[in-house]
């Protein structure tokens, strides 16, 4: 089946900047909405962002809109998440899916990647 690989996340201190990457193997996702995902010790996974299958639409929450930028590029079967004006608030794990919709972010795929892991210091 297909399964989705999370990269990109590191250490770094409030305000400043990372990029996460999401791959899939096995099959593409190029046709799929996609979105990201974040959870942080003790609490739920939340949905962060979502992209439609041609990246011409997306959707933030208001926790991150402004800061964060989702893109994907289809041919490489990759989908991005800029992430700048870190706060000590966006640490978390992050994973990505196939979600049913941009806007709920209601995700697909029972399996989850390992995530990765985002860590911002104050």
């Known amino acids: 089946q297909a399964q989705l690989d999370e990269s990109g996340g590191g250490l770094v201190q409030a305000g400043g900047s990372l990029r996460l990457s999401c791959t899939a193997s096995?099959?593409?996702?190029?046709?799929?909405?996609m979105g990201w995902f974040r959870q942080a010790p003790g609490k739920e996974r939340e949905f962060v962002a979502g992209?439609?299958?041609?990246?011409?639409?997306?959707y933030y929450v208001d926790s991150v809109k402004g800061r964060f930028t989702i893109s994907r590029d289809n041919a490489n079967n990759t989908m991005y998440l800029q992430m700048n004006s870190l706060k000590p608030e966006d640490t978390a794990a992050y994973y990505c899916?196939?979600?049913?919709?941009?806007?709920?972010?209601?995700?697909?795929?029972?399996?989850w990647g390992q995530g990765t892991q985002v860590t911002v210091s104050s």
């Open positions: 992209i439609n299958w041609s990246g011409g639409a997306t």
């Open positions: 899916n196939i979600v049913t919709s941009i806007y709920t972010g209601r995700p697909l795929l029972a399996s």
């Open positions: 096995g099959r593409s996702f190029s046709s799929r909405a």
